[in-house]
């Protein structure tokens, strides 16, 4: 299920053939889902409810081929790694990680193996791969360790430029939205000749705040109709409440950008993300990385007497620039909306459950405020 599925059309432009981040023609995504046992949580055993996504920003050898990049922090209190880089040289190499926040370090390991796989352990293969997480310890047992090396193989071997699976998949497998399931979300909008695409890993957020297309939707489902998960949680911490979570944006366009555009473009997912109802909390992380494919070609390396030290460029006017904003913040918000109707109720460690938001039950509220097309 699907935002348009039911009626609820986010802004005033249109989606993408698939209404996703794959609409950027190039740009593949890939998931591994890891759901194992049941009961009590047993820290290195289980229950498990992770996974790990990736997304491939472009068409051709990503190892070896950067592309424009640029990143926006709304608020830090998370990882994506590789961002110095991006922001001194303006780059993305490589494919793009998302898992738990304590499995960063062995999907970057993983993605610079796969990077010398690809090139025949070459060492003459540099990568320095970007990787984001959010935090699923209220569901899955996140001290086990359970994202290995493997798995991140088996997402980048199953990329695909078709429909993005959502909600309970991939890295966001055990995530947690506005104290209903979340996870996985992904939309697109046309904007002029070009298209933008974004994918969220969604996991912050109170009820209350809730907001659909402008509709107080958290408070129409208060915490005593649908108990949160949070409240199930023993021994909260100060990372672990409903309004210390996090989320990840990734943005994708075709459109020919600079890396200072990108980094615009970047900053627009936290509009999007701003209008469903977080105010990016002391404990949340809130990062978004956008990459652009339109320029091609931008590493050459024929040595000292190659006269190609240049390469011609192009670069959307900034008074052109408009609808890819307003592109960004409204595929944001829609691929969140998606990541809740997709996602199902979940049952993870100790016995805690995440509802889902149910499709009926907004298609009502949203009746009620004549916000349907």
Not at 179 to 189: H, L, M, Q, V
Request: proline share 5%.
């Amino acid at each position: 299920m699907r935002a348009r599925d039911l009626g609820v059309r986010i802004g005033r432009m249109e989606p993408g053939d698939l209404n996703a981040i794959t609409d950027v023609a190039g740009v593949r995504v890939g998931h591994t889902t890891l759901i194992e046992g049941d009961g009590p949580l047993r820290p290195g055993t289980g229950p498990i409810r992770t996974g790990v996504t990736v997304v491939v920003p472009h068409d051709g050898d990503v190892w070896t081929e950067p592309i424009f990049a640029g990143a926006h922090r709304l608020n830090g209190n998370g990882e994506l790694t590789g961002l110095e880089w991006i922001r001194e040289a303006g780059m993305l190499g490589g494919a793009i990680g998302i898992t738990n926040t304590h499995s960063v370090g062995v999907v970057r390991d993983a993605l610079i193996e796969a990077a010398a796989r690809a090139h025949a352990m070459s060492d003459g293969v540099w990568a320095l791969p970007t990787v984001g997480e959010t935090y699923d310890g209220a569901l899955n047992d996140i001290n086990g360790f359970h994202v290995r090396p493997d798995h991140v193989h088996s997402a980048l071997a199953a990329a695909s430029g078709g429909p993005v699976p959502e909600g309970n998949v991939g890295g966001g497998t055990g995530m947690i939205c506005h104290e209903f399931k979340g996870g996985i979300g992904t939309a697109s909008r046309r904007a002029t000749r070009w298209t933008v695409g974004v994918l969220v890993q969604a996991n912050y957020g109170a009820r209350e705040l809730l907001r659909i297309d402008g509709v107080p939707v958290g408070r129409a489902i208060p915490l005593s109709d649908v108990p949160s998960p949070w409240d199930q949680v023993e021994a909260l911490s100060a990372r672990a409440t409903p309004e210390g979570g996090s989320i990840i944006g990734i943005v994708a366009t075709d459109a020919p950008l600079l890396p200072h555009q990108c980094a615009r473009l970047a900053q627009r997912v936290g509009m999007g993300v701003a209008r469903m109802g977080s105010y990016a909390s002391h404990g949340s992380g809130d990062l978004f990385l956008a990459f652009a494919t339109g320029n091609r070609g931008l590493s050459r390396n024929g040595g000292e007497d190659d006269p190609r030290r240049t390469v011609e460029l192009q670069m959307v006017v900034d008074q052109h620039i408009n609808p890819l904003l307003e592109a960004v913040a409204e595929a944001t918000e829609e691929a969140i909306v998606n990541a809740l109707l997709a996602a199902e109720t979940m049952t993870g460690r100790d016995g805690i459950t995440a509802h889902a938001l149910e499709p009926d039950r907004l298609l009502a509220i949203m009746r009620e405020h004549a916000r349907l097309a």
